[in-house]
């Protein structure tokens, strides 16, 4: 080839490297007593870093999700075809207990273990990860029948990947999804106009549309319907325990923004067999605990991405030269890169402390749930929020080469914004949290318990405290103005967390930065002093 054909100054692939190398996560689960599951983070997250994983994740959106709604005869089917890297990927995660996990082995730390795998392993591909964690979420629904627990749970809970539509009881493991959303409500659930008519004999028929469900080629749903007694959740097989097809009809495939390998419909139920979990009447707390534990998720998945998002950036950075030196010497980038790392630090330290709230919620911590059940919503809204804007600064790092799919940024920018709708726009997240103040006035006095445990580490942290509660004391126009208030209590939240268990530079920036009001709203806009290059290296990719 012709001189001007010669490759130089371009950045070597991302491959061969280790997810796990990740001192805000491995630290996180270690104080979760979580470090019995650090060798097999290790395992999945040198896999994570492979040219073969990555491979897997490009196949499975390039070669999107097919609806196939009658054989070749005429009978009706509604099945989904997918590409086998999108098996090959669902057979890692169930395999390494991503799904269900905790439920099968609630050791101490469990769900900590778990939500460090499902951040790890997100980093290689965001669309498989919905109907992992909505498998993970519909264990602890499916409690409240102890009947429908007994028989689904030892599937839920196995390791094995059984894709296919069998009955339920002849497969070696089973994937859960979730179909509430119906087009007249959307997150108002309590407007949806499904119908479930008791048949006589303990199962229900459903009558109606749901405008998303997720991840339709799963073996059981969970769903909502009105009931004689009121909105009740019910369990809804694909194939019913006689082999036959249950009347679940996929209208069609969504064409979304993102999240591209992962088929989401529109689902008709023509008088589908369903079978009730929990009461009726009580739908919503039924589900209540699956929404907590995918809000999780929606945190982890948010965390995931900028973590990817800033390591690209500073690879690229370090390898690439740009007026007669690295970018990563341009004082400049270093502040941008700076910047996206305390991001995303402050991500998955909170998503990995909410984990923790769980594990020590469900061992019997009455605090730790109050702490999850604020810090959650308030967790959600924030660091979801600040996804989008994270991958597009990040995306920026890489100059043109970054807006080339090829690069996968497009793929990571486009699929931020998911998980601030998922479970909850921002404004439902935000309304929440306030929801849960005045419903829960004790979850409050949690997370100033957790704000305190930092009191006199850092004066602008400790500042920040004392403004929040004057912030939280004014209930005038409190609806209007939750966004800012919601805003205040995440960045605290991070900040206590950062100060008492990141590096010093790392929460003297955030604090500088977040809490001082020494920050211009743009990446990259971090006050003088700054130990940039101790924050960057903590985002570095470390070979495997």
């Known amino acids: ?48 870093g492979t040219e073969q994983a990555a491979e897997w994740g490009r196949l499975a959106n390039e070669n999107e999700p097919v609806l196939r709604t009658h054989d070749r005869y005429g009978h009706r089917i509604d099945e989904v075809e997918f590409h086998p890297a999108w098996h090959q990927l669902m057979g890692v995660a169930v395999e390494h207990g991503l799904h269900a996990a905790p439920w099968r082995d609630p050791r101490p730390g469990a769900h900590t273990a778990r939500a460090a795998k499902f951040y ?52 070696r493991g089973l994937i859960a999804g979730m179909s509430m959303t119906e087009k007249q409500g959307g997150s108002d659930v309590r407007a949806n106009t499904t119908t479930a008519i008791p048949s006589g004999d303990g ?95 929606c945190t982890l998945g948010a965390a995931s991405g900028m973590r990817l998002g800033v390591q690209r950036a500073v690879q690229h950075a370090t390898h690439r030269r740009a007026f007669g030196a690295a970018l990563i010497d341009q004082p400049l980038m270093r502040n941008v890169l700076a910047d996206l790392a305390l991001e995303s630090e402050a991500a998955t330290t909170v998503a990995l402390r909410l984990a923790e709230a769980t594990d020590r919620g469900l061992a019997g911590e009455e605090s730790e749930l109050l702490l999850k059940r604020l810090g959650l919503a308030v967790s959600k809204y924030w660091v979801c929020k600040r996804g989008p804007a994270h ?13 080339v799919e090829e690069s996968g940024m497009p793929r990571l920018y486009r699929e931020a914004p998911l998980v601030s709708i998922w479970e909850g726009s921002g404004n439902v997240a935000a309304l929440d949290a306030l929801r849960a103040m005045v419903r829960s006035p004790q979850s409050v006095e949690a997370l100033f318990a957790e704000l305190d445990a930092a009191a006199g580490a850092d004066r602008r942290l400790d500042a920040a405290v004392v403004a929040l509660r004057k ?44 809490l001082a009001g020494d920050h211009g709203g743009a990446f990259g806009t971090l006050p003088a002093g700054v130990d940039t290059e101790a924050i960057i290296a903590r985002a570095r990719m470390v070979p495997a």
């Open 1 to 48: 080839m012709p001189h001007t054909h010669e490759v130089t100054n371009q950045v070597p692939p991302p491959y061969g490297h280790t997810t796990a190398e990740d001192p805000a996560l491995l630290a996180a689960l270690h104080r979760a007593g979580a470090g019995w599951a650090e060798p097999e983070l290790r395992e999945l997250g040198r896999l994570a």
């Open 120 to 171: 790890l392993w997100g980093q290689v591909e965001a669309g498989h990860s919905c109907p992992i964690s909505m498998t993970y979420a519909a264990v602890p629904a499916l409690r409240a029948t102890p009947a429908l627990a007994d028989w689904l749970e030892p599937l839920l809970a196995s390791t094995v990947y059984d894709f296919g539509l069998r009955e339920p009881s002849g497969k």
């Open 203 to 297: 199962s229900y028929r459903l009558l109606g549309h749901k405008w998303f469900t997720s991840a339709p080629m799963s073996d059981v749903f969970l769903t909502l319907a009105q009931a004689p007694g009121g909105l009740s959740c019910f369990l809804l097989p694909r194939v019913l325990p006689d082999g036959t097809r249950n009347a679940l009809r996929i209208q069609r495939l969504k064409d979304k923004l993102g999240n591209r390998s992962n088929a989401s419909a529109e689902l008709e139920y023509e008088e589908a067999v369903g079978w009730l979990v929990g009461e009726e009447g009580r739908g919503v707390r039924t589900i209540i605990e699956m929404v907590n534990m995918t809000r999780l998720d």
């Open 391 to 403: 991958a597009a600064e990040a995306l920026e790092c890489l100059g043109g080469n970054g807006y």
């Open 471 to 514: 912030e939280l004391g004014d209930p005038g126009e409190v609806e209007y103005r939750t966004r800012r208030l919601v805003e205040s209590m995440a960045l605290a939240l991070q900040g206590s967390l950062l100060v008492r268990h990141s590096a010093p530079a790392v929460a003297d920036a955030f604090c500088a930065s977040r």
